[in-house]
T-cell receptor
Framework: RKEVEQDPGPFNVPEGATVAFNCTYS??????FFWYRQDCRKEPKLLMS???SGNEDGRFTAQLNRASQYISLLIRDSKLSDSATYLC????????????FGSGTRLLVRP | NAGVTQTPKFQVLKTGQSMTLQCAQD?????MYWYRQDPGMGLRLIYY???????DKGEVPNGYNVSRLNKREFSLRLESAAPSQTSVYFC?????????????FGSGTRLTVV
């Protein structure tokens, strides 16, 4: 079983739609959580950290459910520029600085 | 602009050839990492360096070696390239906070081994 699992998609949504991605992680010792964004043929870039209480950054909302070991990302009012692959990432305490990346969920926003 | 710089951006090797991928960061980060990314798979850690003078194996270290030349530079060497090493390689760096504030990635090296 992969340590971090995501639905690969693609999620194909119209502009203005709300879309949500989920991610599950297998190691209960996971301590830090992130969403990264990766554009085609580019490097991953940090989108936002995920905090236990949930957090919001503009149109993006991230939630963490430790009991069920999943993380979610909600994007409201989707823009064409949101089209990308979204990577779920966890850091496991005691794993010496390593981040574990999911394979990513691809989002396509159409006009 | 501050960041992580990788060279080269593209490379084609013949099976059995060797090469070194270079990575340098100017953010005064302590920790540096090498990942590979293959289609349908997440980034997989090859080697990392928690701080200058230390290196450790990641998930897929076979066929690779690394050198943490100084605080800024972390190189990845393929001694005898194999077609299975065809991939996109990313270097990353982070502060000495166990990655809690995330990583900064370089733009990647696209390597093809024929």
């Amino acid at each position: 079983r992969k340590e971090v699992e995501q639905d690969p998609g693609p999620f194909n949504v119209p502009e203005g739609a709300t879309v949500a991605f989920n991610c599950t992680y297998s190691n209960s010792a996971s301590q830090s959580f992130f969403w990264y964004r990766q554009d085609c043929r580019k490097e991953p870039k940090l989108l936002m950290s995920v905090y236990s209480s949930g957090n919001e950054d503009g149109r993006f909302t991230a939630q963490l459910n430790r009991a069920s070991q999943y993380i979610s990302l909600l994007i409201r009012d989707s823009k064409l520029s949101d089209s990308a692959t979204y990577l779920c990432v966890v850091n496991i305490e005691g794993s010496s600085y390593k981040l574990i990346f999911g394979s990513g969920t691809r989002l396509l926003v159409r006009p | 602009n501050a960041g992580v710089t990788q060279t080269p951006k593209f490379q084609v090797l013949k099976t059995g050839q060797s090469m070194t991928l270079q990575c340098a960061q100017d953010m005064n980060h302590n920790s540096m990492y090498w990942y590979r990314q293959d289609p349908g798979m997440g980034l997989r850690l090859i080697y990392y360096s928690a701080s200058e003078g230390t290196t450790d194996k990641g998930e897929v270290p076979n066929g690779y070696n690394v050198s943490r030349l100084n605080k800024r530079e972390f190189s990845l060497r393929l001694e005898s390239a194999a077609p299975s090493q065809t991939s996109v390689y990313f270097c990353a760096s982070s502060e000495r906070d166990r990655g809690r504030r995330g990583y900064t990635f370089g733009s990647g090296t696209r390597l093809t081994v024929v």
